[in-house]
């Protein structure tokens, strides 16, 4: 008989949860759910090696374990901390843990431009989220900010490294993914950057998963670039028998009517993708047809992409016909006929890159 | 059946008096009203040779503004399209070319702007919305027209003059 596993009993904020040996606090915490588990910008479950570079996950042990009941003398960064038994956590009950989250805030935007007007991760970035939710509301910072130049990291993948907070889930997902990483980070400290050797573009069949780790806008899709803004897209979930066997084919194409302008892997309510998909899925498909499109994606309430997203409509039936002998109404209007935007010569989605003002002057 | 309210009425029945019938003290005391009007303060103004002042809080037309150097503001970032509850504003975005830094003031900028004002509330969002203090809403009317399509107002009508430049 197969002898019973000792299952830990964790409190996180005075939630108890049963787990097994060897789980970190993060990883209990999310077994509970809800608002008790700490953000994590560099921690990714799928991603070996990954966490401890942030500090947005810390957490105050008022119990270090059954055997030993001392607190832990400082704050633990909950996503490299295993639990014990009878450990006791605060999270989100602790103020210690709040004012210190918003000081890693702060000092995660010291560098950061804050261009989220121009940046296409805004709407679902998590350092966003991060920090309208645990940020204050201005800097004291009053030097001069970082700057580097935009790299082009291969032709589909643009770097912004003003943008990085150097979290390394990318050089984890290089390094697990492909046999042959090419970039990782140059320098230490404040000069340290994310960078390939001498520009060498990155070519492997799952260097686009990058895009997807990446929790703020560093690393983000040329073919997607200024094309539109997240929150006007619709998602919808869609998959395709991929020729690649290890991709799944999975994904969730970003749609405006018929036209697809970005193809990315699903993520769950973490942010992290349920499973990678190749470079063909993410950049070379970007026709409808080639999609079998499952139905809409399911977003958060909250999250701004919903806005707009009508669902669950009814609309009443339209009578007027009737009432007019089946004669349709006049239009006295066609917006098209007018309007400079969505012109049907120019498909936005279709153009490789970012477009650009000759774009658009063609006729 | 119990009225409303205890304002109504019963209409008076009774047959007219003499007095009433020939209608002359009627018609002088109607014409007294008319002629009191007359000496009395005038509530019009003679539109559009005098206009009246607006609140200092009055929402009309937008304009596209540009910074001190004449770049233009905008960057296209949609906040002003998602928090319009009309959903006036639609917009394409562009990536600014080497040697258009004269022109815009970031790296992306809408390429193409418009706002529908046949559809526009003059609720002011897009104004509060604006991180690039881009769009304002002046104190003007949106101009009449006779047909609809001259309501569709694109960039052209809606950036501020180069300075200089005559509009």
Redesign the interface.
């Known amino acids: 008989m197969a002898e019973e596993k000792k299952l830990f009993k964790v409190k996180i904020d005075n939630i108890s949860v049963e787990v097994e040996p060897g789980t970190t606090i993060l990883n209990a915490a999310r077994q509970i759910g809800g608002d008790i588990v700490p953000p994590a910008m560099c921690y990714y479950s799928k991603l070996k090696g990954s966490g401890g570079k942030c500090r947005t996950c810390l957490v105050k042990v008022t119990k270090g374990s059954e055997a030993d009941p001392r607190p832990m003398p400082k704050l633990v960064a909950s996503c490299r901390t295993t639990v014990m038994d009878g450990m006791e956590v605060a999270n989100i009950t602790s103020p210690e843990v709040q004012e210190a989250r918003k000081g890693v805030v702060e000092f995660l935007l010291l560098n950061h431009p804050l261009?989220?007007?121009?940046c296409d991760q805004?709407g679902e970035c998590h350092l966003q989220d991060l920090g309208y939710e645990h940020g204050a509301d201005g800097t004291r910072y009053e030097f001069k900010r970082r700057t580097f130049e935009k790299i082009d990291i291969g032709d589909k993948i643009q770097l912004h490294m003003t943008r990085c907070i150097l979290c390394y889930r990318c050089v984890f997902t290089a390094d697990q993914l492909t046999e042959k990483r090419e970039h990782g980070i140059l320098g230490r400290g404040e000069a340290a950057e994310i960078s390939t050797y001498i520009h060498k573009a990155l070519d492997n069949e799952f260097i686009g998963n990058v895009i997807d780790v990446c929790p703020v806008g560093a690393l983000t899709d040329k073919t997607f670039?200024?094309?539109?803004?997240v929150?006007?897209l619709k998602p919808v979930d869609a998959h395709r028998n991929c020729e690649n066997p290890k991709c799944c084919g999975k994904t969730v194409l970003w749609m405006r009517g018929d036209e697809v302008f970005r193809v990315t892997a699903r993520k769950d309510k973490y942010g992290e993708v349920e499973d990678w998909i190749c470079n063909t899925c993410r950049f070379d498909k970007k026709e409808a047809k080639d999609w079998v499109i499952e139905g809409p994606r399911a977003v958060e309430r909250h999250s701004?992409i919903s806005?707009?997203h009508y669902v669950g409509v009814t609309k009443p039936k339209d009578t007027l016909t009737e009432v007019l002998d089946g004669r349709k109404p006049k239009l006295?209007?066609d917006?098209h006929?007018?309007?400079?935007?969505?012109r049907p010569g120019i498909d936005?989605s279709a153009i490789q890159?970012?477009?650009?003002?000759d774009?658009?002057n063609k006729k | 059946m119990q009225a409303l309210t205890n304002r109504a009425k019963p209409v008076d029945r009774r047959p007219m008096t003499f007095m009433e019938k020939i209608y002359l003290p009627a018609i002088a005391k109607g014409m007294g009203i008319t002629l009191k009007h007359i000496f009395q303060k005038k509530e019009t103004v003679r539109y559009p040779e005098q206009k009246r002042p607006f609140s200092p809080v009055f929402r009309g037309l937008h304009v596209l503004n540009r910074d001190a150097e004449g770049r233009e503001n905008c960057?296209?970032?949609?906040?002003c399209?998602?928090a319009c509850p009309a959903?006036a504003i639609?917009?394409?975005?562009?990536?600014r070319?080497p040697g258009?830094e004269n022109l815009y003031r970031?790296?992306?900028y809408a390429?193409?702007y418009?706002i529908?004002m046949l559809r526009c509330i003059f609720c002011g969002f897009c104004e509060e919305a604006c991180?690039?203090d881009a769009i304002y809403l002046t104190e003007t009317f949106a101009p009449a027209h006779y047909?609809?399509?001259g309501f569709?107002y694109?960039k052209k009508d809606l950036l501020v003059p180069m300075p200089g430049e005559k509009k």
């Open positions: 261009d989220c007007p121009v805004a670039r200024f094309k539109n803004r929150w006007f701004v806005q707009g006295l209007m917006i006929n007018v309007s400079e935007v969505n936005l890159g970012p477009a650009h003002s774009d658009f | 960057t296209a970032c949609g906040l399209a998602v959903e639609t917009m394409e975005a562009a990536e070319k258009e970031e790296e992306k390429a193409r418009e529908n991180p690039k047909k609809r399509e569709i694109g």
